[in-house]
C-alpha cells in the first residue's frame, strides 16, 4: 500500500513511475486470499481515516482511490462481542453507552471506568481534524488536561491500564481490543476512533481497497510490474542508480524503498547505510506479530456478531504462547466472501510466535505443527461456537513465516511494536548520506499499520 501510494504522487508530481512487487498482487501485508470459493482478509479489521473527520487520513484514501463507490465504508457497532460463559458485554461505538453498559455491568469498577470515559473526552478532542473555532476552542480549554494524560499513557502499557479494572472480564475485554504491549495511548485513540465515528471497514476489504489504489495508480500512467522481486539497490559514489529486480539491473535517478525497512536495510545494500536512525533499525525492532486461522464454515452463521471475544474457561497453548481468549471474525456471502448459505470466519492469535515456527521449518515439523494448530482451534470452536460443528470445508493457517515468506516482514511482523515509555520514532522520507534515495511503509514512523503506509508515500513522493 505504500508502494501505490507513492507511486500515485511520484507520478502526480511527473515522474516516471515504475512498482517492482514481488507478490502477484497488489496490497502486500494488507491482502487477501482465496481458497475453494472462500475469501479470507489477512489484512485491514478497521481503518483509520474511513471517515472524512479523520484528516490527513482520509484525503490520502480518497486521492489514491483507495475508497470509492464500490467499498462504502461499514460502521459495526457493537465493534464486536466480548462473550464469557453467560456473560455478554458489547464494544459500542458511542463512548457513553459502552461506559454505561460496563457501569451497570461491573459497579466495583464504578471509578475506573469513569476514568477511561475521561479520557477518551480529552484525547477526542485532539484527534479528528477541528471543525471550527468551536473546536478549537476546545482544544485549548483541554489543554492542561490533555499534556500531562498524554504523557501518562504513553508511559503506560495497555496491560497495565486495564490492570485498573477489577471485573476480570471488563479487563478481558478491554484487554482484547489490541495487543496489550502497545501502550496505552493506542488503546485509548483506538476507542476514540470508534467514538468519533471512525475506524470503519471498507465493503471488500484489504483485496477491494488495494485493487482501487492499484488501479488509480495506472490510469495516473504508472507501470507495475508483479512477480519482480528487487534483490539490490544500486548506488555509485552516493548515488542511486537504480535497482537489480529478477537478476536485471533497472536504471532509476529515484528510488523509494516501499518495503520493510528493517528487512531493506539487512538485504537490498552492499554497503550498510551509515545514518543514525539505519544503525538503529539494523539492531531490530519490536514487532506486533499474529497468526490467523481461516476457516470456510457450509454453514450461514449471520446469526453471530461479525466479530467476537471469546474468552475460554481456561486458557490453552498454542504455537507456545498462552490464549485465554479467542478473536473471531465472520464475514458473510454478501461481501463475497463465501458461496451462498456459508461464511468465512478468520481466528486472529496475536503474540510473537515467531521462533516457533522459524524452528518447526528449520527441522521440518513445520506442516505437522500447523495441522495440529488448526485441529486444537477446532475443537476449541466446536466448544464455545458449538455452530461449526461438523461444517468446516477450509482451513488455512498463515503464521508469521507466512508473512515473512510472502511480504518480507521481518520476523513475520505486520507492523511496530509501540511499547510503553518508548519515544515516536520516525524514518525520513530522504536518505542523508544517499542522493535519490527514499524511504516510505512499515517502520517508518512508529507503531504503523494502512494510515502511516499511505502517508508516508505521500511524504516520500513530496520529497523527491
Not at 28 to 44: A, E, H, K, L, M
Request: net charge positive; aromatic share 10%; charged share 20%.
Amino acid at each position: 500500500m505504500a508502494g501505490l501510494s507513492s507511486a500515485f504522487y511520484s507520478r502526480l508530481a511527473g515522474f516516471d513511475v515504475t512498482v517492482y512487487e514481488q507478490g502477484n498482487c497488489p496490497g502486500g501485508v494488507s491482502t487477501s486470499w482465496s481458497r475453494r470459493g472462500y475469501t479470507f482478509d489477512g489484512g485491514v479489521h478497521w481503518l483509520v481515516g474511513s471517515s472524512p473527520r479523520f484528516q490527513p487520513f482520509h484525503r490520502r484514501w480518497v486521492e489514491t482511490g483507495a475508497l470509492q463507490a464500490n467499498n462504502p465504508v461499514v460502521y459495526a457497532d457493537p465493534v464486536f462481542v466480548f462473550r464469557s460463559g453467560d456473560v455478554s458485554l458489547h464494544l459500542w461505538r458511542d463512548i457513553d453507552r459502552l461506559i454505561s453498559e460496563l457501569a451497570r455491568f461491573a459497579p466495583e469498577d464504578r471509578e475506573a471506568i469513569l476514568a477511561l470515559r475521561r479520557h477518551v473526552r480529552i484525547v477526542a478532542t485532539y484527534m479528528p481534524a477541528p471543525c471550527g473555532i468551536a473546536d478549537w476552542g476546545r482544544r485549548l480549554l483541554r489543554l492542561p488536561a490533555f499534556v500531562p494524560l498524554l504523557v501518562s499513557l504513553m508511559r503506560t502499557s495497555t496491560r497495565q491500564y486495564v490492570e485498573r479494572f477489577r471485573n476480570p472480564c471488563v479487563r478481558e475485554m478491554l484487554s482484547s481490543v489490541l495487543n496489550v504491549e502497545q501502550n496505552a495511548l493506542s488503546l485509548i485513540g483506538t476507542l476514540v476512533g470508534y467514538a468519533s465515528g471512525d475506524n470503519g471497514f471498507p465493503a471488500g476489504g484489504s483485496r477491494r481497497l488495494a485493487e482501487n489504489m492499484e488501479q488509480a495508480a495506472l490510469r495516473a500512467g504508472c507501470r507495475i510490474v508483479y512477480r519482480a522481486k528487487v534483490e539490490r539497490i544500486c548506488i555509485q559514489e552516493k548515488r542511486v542508480t537504480g535497482v537489480m529486480a529478477k537478476g536485471v539491473f533497472r536504471p532509476a535517478d529515484r528510488v523509494i524503498v516501499a518495503f520493510d525497512t528493517c528487512t531493506a536495510l539487512r538485504t537490498l545494500f552492499d554497503e550498510p547505510l551509515q545514518e543514525r536512525w539505519a544503525r538503529k533499525l539494523r539492531v531490530g525492532v519490536d514487532s506486533e506479530h499474529c497468526s490467523l486461522l481461516s476457516l470456510g464454515v457450509e454453514r450461514d452463521l449471520d446469526c453471530l456478531p461479525s466479530a467476537m471475544r471469546i474468552q475460554m474457561r481456561e486458557p490453552v497453548v498454542l504455537a507456545g504462547l498462552e490464549y485465554s481468549t479467542l478473536w473471531v471474525y465472520r464475514y458473510s456471502c454478501r461481501d463475497g466472501y463465501a458461496p451462498r448459505g456459508c461464511t468465512s470466519l478468520t481466528i486472529l492469535f496475536p503474540g510473537d510466535s515467531y521462533d516457533y515456527w522459524k524452528a518447526a521449518k528449520a527441522d521440518g515439523s513445520y506442516a505437522g505443527k500447523k495441522r495440529d494448530f488448526t485441529e486444537k482451534v477446532l475443537r476449541l470452536l466446536a466448544e464455545y461456537l458449538p455452530e461449526t460443528k461438523g461444517y468446516v470445508a477450509v482451513m488455512d493457517l498463515a503464521t508469521p513465516v507466512t508473512y515473512e515468506r510472502y511480504c518480507g516482514c521481518y520476523r513475520g511482523g505486520y507492523m511496530s511494536l509501540w511499547r510503553a515509555g518508548q519515544s515516536p520514532f520516525h524514518v525520513p522520507a530522504a536518505s542523508r548520506s544517499v542522493r535519490g534515495l527514499h524511504f516510505a511503509g512499515m517502520r517508518t514512523l512508529m507503531s504503523g499499520g494502512l494510515p502511516v503506509s499511505v502517508q508516508s508515500g505521500y511524504k516520500a513522493a513530496k520529497s523527491l
